[in-house]
């Protein structure tokens, strides 16, 4: 599985961003996929998962705020983000995992301003 993310940019706060993760290799393989960020000086976290029966989950960090989908050929999935604020600033990472491993994609920086 080869994760490869795009997207990421420079927003105001308050303002909206669309991240995606084209996926490629053996994507019927893949059970769950999710996006995680990490700022500066901070550990990984786990922001939106989306499972192969559709199932979203979300912290409370940015629920109502973000959004996880994917297409319908499940070779694209998207992080919708709105009502940014300047702590979402990070580096956004798209991961994979199927029932022997998991995987990830290179990171797309998201910055916020205020």
């Known amino acids: 599985v080869q994760l490869q993310a795009s997207g990421g940019g420079l927003v105001q706060a308050g303002g909206s961003l669309g991240l995606s993760c084209a996926v490629s290799?053996?994507?019927?393989?893949?059970?769950?996929m999710s996006w995680y960020r990490q700022a500066p000086g901070e550990q990984r976290e786990l922001v939106a998962t989306l499972t192969l029966g559709g199932t979203t989950n979300y912290p409370d960090s940015v629920k109502g705020r973000f959004t996880i989908s994917r297409n319908n050929a499940r070779d694209t999935v998207y992080l919708q983000m709105n009502s940014l604020k300047p702590e979402d600033t990070a580096i956004y990472y798209c991961h994979a995992t199927t029932r022997t491993n998991y995987y990830w994609g290179q990171g797309t920086q998201v910055t916020v301003s205020s």
């Open positions: 290799g053996s994507i019927f393989s893949i059970n769950t």
